[in-house]
């Protein structure tokens, strides 16, 4: 009888590999993505199966509509197999270790998407254990999917990325945070995150965020009030004010964030801007109705790109692998 060496399919410990952070990537690796986002809107079948014989896993701990189903579908698209769990289905619920679950999901998976709204080192915990590329599907600190998504429908409403003045009104939670990370890469832009004082971004993101941008001569600032906006806006962009998975400690937040609602009055000081959200959205909250299905929101663009930036952002880590 054959004696079959178990331990040979044990990983050593490595450092984690996937997408965890746009402020880790560079603008080659971002532009690509981005245009290969665009390419899949246009057609969807430009590909050759690369996550054929791939199995693929999907961890959302917490809600999820676009980015879920986005990342589902483009794995299917791509040819791979899914197996997917919910906030309760993983022995983690019962006590188990990340590092002991990274083990036995990279002995079992190709590929783990996730979306949790835990702290970024625990993604990072998953693939190390388990040898395994882990794509962030949105945790505490960013969205980097979301931002890769936002930055290909500029594109492809723009013709390009460089240059644009970008408006962002309401909280800087993890979308924020992926937003200015991306944009720090193009030259020649400049973000305006508008934000209620004491709900921005956090000081030491904003610090890379802008110091990054300072290289390629794009400006990124934090501002609490409507004096002094830039005269030229091409993008104004807001998310719902109460992030998936979060609460906010003060009772009275929503009167701190009424002066942030996105309303035509807004808008119109720029006519030539156009609107985005990143969805779901609360009308009369942050965003009028007339404003989110007016004739200059790109929103449903947007969130249809979010199936073409997954299956840009799972077929790089296909190859890449």
């Known amino acids: 009888m054959q004696i079959v060496d178990l331990q040979r399919g044990v990983p050593p410990l490595v450092r984690e590999r996937g997408l965890f952070s746009l402020a880790e990537v560079d603008r080659g690796q971002l532009d690509s993505l981005i245009r290969r986002s665009v390419e ?10 690369p996550l054929r014989d791939s199995v693929v896993g999907l961890l959302f701990t917490k809600t999820s509509t676009r980015t879920r189903t986005a990342f589902s579908a483009a794995a299917l698209r791509l040819g791979a197999q899914l197996v997917s769990y919910g906030p ?7 006590g188990e270790s990340l590092e002991d679950t990274g083990r036995i999901l990279g002995a079992m998976l190709d590929l783990l998407v996730a979306r949790t709204a835990g702290p970024l080192d625990e ?3 998953l693939s190390r254990f388990g040898d395994l590329p882990v794509i962030n599907a949105m945790a505490q600190q960013e969205h980097p999917s979301q931002a890769v998504s936002d930055l290909a429908t500029m594109l492809a409403h723009f013709g390009v990325v460089d240059g644009l003045k970008v408006l962002y009104v309401g909280e800087g939670n993890n979308t924020a945070v992926a937003l200015a990370h991306g944009l720090a890469l193009y030259s020649g832009c400049e973000l305006t995150l508008l934000t209620p004082a004491s709900y921005g971004l956090p000081k030491d993101v904003l610090d890379v965020a802008a110091g990054r941008a300072r290289d390629n001569k794009t400006v990124i600032r934090q501002v609490h009030s409507h004096e002094g906006l830039p005269s030229e806006i091409h993008v104004v962009y807001t998310t719902q004010w109460q992030t998936t998975g979060t609460t906010k400690a003060d009772a009275a937040w929503r009167e701190k964030f009424r002066p942030f ?7 119109g000081r720029w006519p030539g801007a156009v609107f985005m959200h990143d969805l779901p959205a ?12 007016g004739d200059r929101s790109l929103t449903w663009a947007q969130a249809a790109m979010k199936l073409s930036s997954a299956m840009a952002i799972l077929e790089r880590s296909a190859y890449s692998r």
């Open 40 to 49: 899949f809107a246009t057609d969807p079948r430009q590909h050759e199966f």
């Open 282 to 293: 609360r009308r009369g909250e942050e965003v009028s109705t007339d404003v989110l299905e």
């Open 88 to 94: 309760n289905d993983l022995q983690l619920a019962t």
């Open 123 to 125: 993604l990072r915990c």
């Open 261 to 267: 609602h996105v309303d035509e009055k807004l808008l």
